[in-house]
């Protein structure tokens, strides 16, 4: 049966994400797990490969750019191992418990 006076508008939940994604953009994976959203992208303007990741409980997002030495399946899976080593190649700090307790 045909419905002529219903017409689709889009997501009812618009995906924070997909705002993102440009028509250059292709997922080719998408995996959720404890609230915690990875998606593998291809952009196809320039041939690079990235991880989205949005935690869904705190609203936080982040893109890692898989790099030339990386493999994407490895950034897909371990997403935040490879922001870790990112943040500690290019020098910024993490502090821990230990360090926090002291400066308190």
Do not use: C, N
Request: hydrophobic letters at 35%; charged letters at 30%.
């Amino acid at each position: 049966m045909v419905y002529p006076h219903i017409q689709y508008h889009g997501a009812a939940y618009p995906d924070p994400l997909e705002s993102e994604t440009s028509a250059s953009t292709r997922e080719l994976d998408t995996r959720v797990s404890d609230g915690i959203r990875v998606r593998l992208l291809w952009h196809s303007d320039d041939g690079h490969v990235s991880v989205a990741v949005e935690d869904t409980k705190t609203g936080e997002l982040f893109d890692l750019p898989v790099g030339d030495d990386d493999r994407p399946l490895d950034v897909f899976h371990h997403p935040y191992a490879y922001a870790a080593r990112r943040r500690r190649d290019i020098g910024e700090f993490f502090p821990s418990a230990a360090d926090t307790a002291l400066a308190a």
